[in-house]
Nanobody, 127 residues
Framework: QVQLIESGGGLVLAGGSLRLSCAAFGHTISTAGMAWFRQAPGKEREFLGCIIGNGGRPYYSDSVQGRFIMSRDNAKNTVFLQMNSLRPEDTGVYYC????????????????????WGQGTQVTVSS
């Protein structure tokens, strides 16, 4: 059974940084498609970024491009989201998502394209 477990959320002042982790259990992530999403209060879940396949380069949404950095440590079977220059509008529940199919088409930004999800971790950015 595959499990994704996020950690690293918390309360931070605007302009600060946080690093989220997503540890995977039950399947290697080295060739997986892994993504981060977030859901702000009263809003739909929003795609933030993904890394697809072995050697794939991160792809980011416009809202976090240049501020967030996604990385993967295959030895630890963990993906990370380094969040810098945080803004109050970055507040929300952050989710790690993954899928282990071997064929991918265009950049998967739709949450329906990911089978496995973590429980979410709260990030609150105060002004």
């Amino acid at each position: 059974q595959v499990q994704l477990i996020e950690s690293g959320g918390g309360l931070v002042l605007a302009g600060g940084s946080l690093r989220l982790s997503c540890a995977a259990f039950g399947h290697t992530i080295s060739t997986a498609g892994m993504a981060w999403f977030r859901q702000a209060p009263g809003k739909e879940r929003e795609f933030l970024g993904c890394i697809i396949g072995n050697g794939g380069r991160p792809y980011y949404s416009d809202s976090v491009q240049g501020r967030f950095i996604m990385s993967r440590d295959n030895a630890k079977n963990t993906v990370f989201l380094q969040m810098n220059s945080l803004r109050p509008e970055d507040t929300g529940v952050y989710y790690c998502a993954g899928d282990f199919r071997t064929r991918w088409g265009p950049i998967p930004t739709d949450e329906a394209q990911y089978t496995y999800w973590g429980q979410g971790t709260q990030v609150t950015v105060s002004s």
